[in-house]
């Protein structure tokens, strides 16, 4: 903003026009050039993390919708088997609907967190400085749901490609196309209530975790930003904290995602929660493949955040060294 309005006093100056209609152009051309640059920062990050750990997010997925007991060890089995018989990029299968899914969903998500720290911000008097605890979790919450309603089919498409062989899907238009005709056009959106209850936490969580480590940070250690390292610490926190808060919803979610191919007719999140516990229990059904999680979630969570921080810085170094050549 500080750009825009020495922009707005030069103009003011030297054409003699009102400091108003100088000083507003500018401004809501830095605005634009904001949600840009969280736009493309966000795509960034989701797609750099996510590739990061696909054939772990696939072999959790996997697990997650059948009845196996989930190990390290036949979880390194799967792995190895999957790679012996389909290939090494079979790792990866799902990976290019994922990258359809999660581009947008991370664009809009980190877009909305910085929108709607800005608007608590201005609601709560906190223009210009750190939130307070609760309305961190609040922008963190508010985006992650924005963002899955808006891309949930995808979620839906990417679950598919990652549980089936590649023969019954040959791309992501074949999936709409095949669910559509045999299932109906809601089955794209089977799983979406137990998406959105459990990306409350968990973008909630995330988000205010790593808001609040950054604050943290700045106070006890005098520096303004952390390190890169440092960022990837706090983000693989806010990841470990998000996603155990919310991963029973997550096995449900997938469940309910799945239902259609595995053999399975899952009617509503409370139906699901207790078929999986009378068939494996509480523990190895709700919270199958956690440990992995804990793997790959502060992995891809600490990548994601530590990308579309360091992006957006460099953008903005960017412009500004295009501002003072002009």
């Known amino acids: ?105 991370a664009a809009i998500q980190f877009c909305a967190h910085e929108e709607y720290k800005q608007l608590l911000g201005s609601y709560y008097g906190f223009q210009g400085k750190a939130l307070t605890p609760f309305p961190r979790f609040i922008a963190g919450s508010l985006a992650g749901t924005t963002a899955a309603m808006l891309t949930y089919p995808l979620d839906m498409v ?9 023969e019954m899907y040959s791309n992501i238009v074949h999936v709409f196309i095949r669910i559509s005709r045999e299932e109906g056009l809601k089955t794209l959106y089977r799983g979406f209530t137990p998406t959105i209850l459990g990306v409350i936490p968990y973008a ?17 250690s005098g520096k303004l930003q952390p390190s890169p390292p440092e960022r990837l610490l706090f983000g693989a926190c806010a990841g470990l904290i998000g996603q155990s808060a919310s991963y029973p919803l997550d096995v449900v979610r997938r469940r309910m995602q799945t239902a259609g191919v595995m053999g399975h007719t899952y009617s509503s999140i409370l139906l699901t929660m207790q078929e999986i516990i009378r068939e494996e229990g509480l523990i190895r059904g709700l919270y199958k493949g956690l440990s992995m999680n804990w793997v790959k979630g502060p992995i891809a969570v600490g990548i994601s955040f530590t990308t579309f921080d360091l992006t957006q810085i460099l953008l903005r170094k960017l412009q500004h060294s295009t501002n003072v050549e002009r």
């Not at 990417?158 to 590649?166: D, E, F, G, I």
């Not at 988000?207 to 006890?220: G, N, P, V």
């Open 204 to 220: 909630g969580l995330s988000f205010f975790t790593y808001e609040t480590l950054k604050k943290l940070h700045a106070d006890h």
């Open 158 to 166: 990417r679950a598919r490609m990652a549980v089936t062989p590649k």
């Open 1 to 105: 903003m500080g750009n825009g309005v020495r922009e707005g006093q030069v103009d003011f100056k030297q054409q003699d026009v009102e400091p108003v209609s100088a000083h507003l152009p500018s401004e809501g051309n830095q605005e634009k050039k904001k949600v840009l640059n969280s736009l493309m920062s966000g795509a960034l990050a989701g797609a750099v993390a996510k590739t990061a750990v696909a054939p772990l997010d696939r072999t959790k997925i996997m697990f997650q919708v059948s009845s196996k007991r989930f190990s390290a060890k036949e979880a390194y089995r799967l792995i190895y088997r999957t790679y012996l018989n389909e290939g090494f990029w079979s790792l990866w299968r799902g990976n290019s609907a994922t990258m359809v899914r999660v581009i947008p969903y």
